[in-house]
Each structure stands twice: as structure tokens, then as C-alpha cells.
């Protein structure tokens, strides 16, 4: 997959891209990012990429002359023909007026071959390169940037660690927070204490020792009964998923087992706080 950053500071994502799972996948072959400098795409001499809105308002806005020109450059499939004839390519704006940038948005973005991604900056971005430009609008979260870089970075890595190969065990995405997919029926190359997030948020973790400075790990995890670790971690996850995420459960893939769990984890509370 190749990952295309239309920015103005290429520098910002020297140190990043050069650590953990995304240098490996780029050593690996997986994927390939390419930096573009929109202040090479300008033709006076202050290299300006800026200027006020028209109307009025305070801050600077990104102009639109550099972006276009720096799509032309990198022969983007025009925006009509990427929607309308589903080209494995697409162009989003890193923007605070997206849609929310969330774990299904990664995953569709992981099934193309090319993702363009424009770093907005100042306060804002010409709405010509939104209307005719990108094909989307992605936020990171409901708090504004100084810029898209970040958001860019954040959307980079998790539509990498989707990649087939990206992770060491293709497994561990199934298990993690926010992850949609389940255990595939006959898998047996994953323990049966296991539990598939389903959407809900991950179950905690435990490692040695079993007892560190008069905390202890939960008995259940040391038994060796892999159906009551199962059940107990899915406990566990629905209950941090109420807890701290409650809007996530209605979208949640639940089995009647989970419904009965959290059932008994509200009447557990309601008592606790009755």
C-alpha cells in the first residue's frame, strides 16, 4: 500500500515513521509513504501557502492553488472517477469538521492500494479542495490540532497494523479494542481462553509476576481453565466498555452470553450504588 502525505512541514515525520510496526512494515515491503512539500508547489518568492478568508474572520487559511497542484503532480484519478468506479485510491483531508476517524474507517481504507492524506493547517483549508478535491473529511477526535499532521500519523499507523504481514501475530488484531471481526470458525491456532472484541473494548492483561508489590494477579487467569478465563475476560471487557464507553455497546456484536453478563454487571452496580 502506498501512502501519499501532502503537507507543509515534511520534516514533522522524519522521527515517527521510523519506529515500531510501521518502519517494519515499510522495511518489509508492505507499504511505501511519500512526504510532498506543498511550499514546492508555490510560485512567489515567500513560498506562501496561505493567505486571509475572504469575508473576514481571524487566522489563515490554506490556499488551494498548492494542493491541486500537488495532486496533479502525484496523477491522482480525478475525484469524480475515484467515486463513482470504486478505484483502489482515495484522498482525505485531515480536518476537525470530519466525519470521526474510527476502527471501520480504518479497516476500509486498509483494502486500497493508495491513500492520499492533505495535513490541514492554520484555520482551515479552502473548501474547494474539500468539494472537489478529497473524497473525505477524517477527524481524529472532537479537540482541534494546530495542524493535520498528528491526525495524519494516527491514520497512517492504524491503517497500517491492518495490513496482512504488518503485525508479528496476525491474530492480535482480532482481540483489540474496537475491532469488529471475530475468531474464524475452525481456528484453532488461538487458545480457547481468547475472546474477540466484537467492538467492545479490550479485556485487561496480566504478565509476570503474578504478585508485584502487594498486587495479584486475578486467581481466575493462574487456574488453567481456559472457558472461566474466557468468560471472565469477556466480563471484563463489557464491564470496562460500560464503564467507559457506553455508547460503543448498542453497535457491539453481543451473544446472549454477553447480554446476560451485562445484565448482571448493571444489577452488580445498581446494588454497589443503592
Known amino acids: 500500500m502506498r501512502f501519499d502525505i501532502l503537507t507543509i512541514f515534511p520534516e514533522f515525520f522524519r522521527g515517527p515513521l521510523e519506529h515500531g510496526?510501521?518502519?517494519?512494515?515499510?522495511?518489509?515491503?508492505?507499504?511505501?509513504?511519500?512526504?510532498?512539500?506543498?511550499?514546492?508547489?508555490?510560485?512567489?518568492?515567500?513560498r506562501t501557502v496561505d493567505d486571509r478568508p475572504f469575508g473576514g474572520g481571524e487566522g489563515m487559511v490554506l490556499k488551494p492553488e498548492?494542493?491541486?497542484?500537488?495532486l496533479e503532480s502525484l496523477n491522482v484519478a480525478p475525484r469524480r472517477q475515484r467515486l463513482e468506479h470504486c478505484v483502489t485510491e482515495s484522498v482525505v483531508l485531515t480536518s476537525a469538521q470530519g466525519?470521526?476517524?474510527r476502527q471501520s474507517v480504518a479497516a476500509k481504507l486498509a483494502g486500497l492500494e493508495r491513500l492520499v492524506l492533505i495535513c490541514g493547517r492554520y484555520?482551515?483549508?479552502?473548501?474547494?479542495?474539500?468539494q472537489f478535491a478529497a473524497d473525505r473529511e477524517i477527524s481524529v477526535g472532537d479537540y482541534v490540532l494546530s495542524g493535520g499532521e498528528l491526525a495524519a500519523l494516527i491514520v497512517v499507523d492504524a491503517v497500517t497494523r491492518l495490513l496482512p504481514g504488518a503485525l508479528?501475530?496476525?491474530?492480535?488484531a482480532w482481540q483489540e479494542s474496537f475491532s469488529p471481526l471475530g475468531k474464524a470458525?475452525?481456528?484453532?491456532?488461538?487458545?480457547?481462553s481468547t475472546c474477540a472484541s466484537g467492538g467492545l473494548l479490550d479485556y485487561p492483561h496480566y504478565t509476570r509476576p503474578a504478585e508485584f508489590a502487594?498486587?495479584?494477579?486475578?486467581?481466575?487467569l493462574l487456574g488453567g481453565n481456559?472457558?472461566?478465563?474466557?468468560?471472565?475476560?469477556r466480563r471484563q471487557a463489557l464491564e470496562k466498555t460500560l464503564r467507559n464507553r457506553p455508547e460503543l455497546l448498542p453497535a457491539a456484536a453481543l451473544s446472549e452470553e454477553d447480554k446476560e453478563l451485562l445484565a448482571e454487571i448493571r444489577r452488580t452496580a445498581d446494588a454497589a450504588g443503592s
Open 99 to 101: 466525519e470521526l476517524f
Open 226 to 233: 481456559h472457558e472461566e478465563i474466557r468468560r471472565w475476560r
Open 123 to 130: 484555520e482551515g483549508v479552502d473548501e474547494r479542495v474539500s
Open 168 to 172: 508479528g501475530n496476525a491474530a492480535s
Open 185 to 192: 470458525a475452525g481456528d484453532d491456532t488461538l487458545p480457547d
Open 21 to 46: 510496526i510501521v518502519r517494519r512494515a515499510r522495511e518489509a515491503g508492505l507499504v511505501e509513504i511519500a512526504l510532498h512539500d506543498l511550499r514546492a508547489f508555490t510560485h512567489d518568492r515567500h
Open 66 to 70: 498548492p494542493v491541486f497542484a500537488c
Open 214 to 220: 502487594g498486587m495479584r494477579v486475578p486467581e481466575v
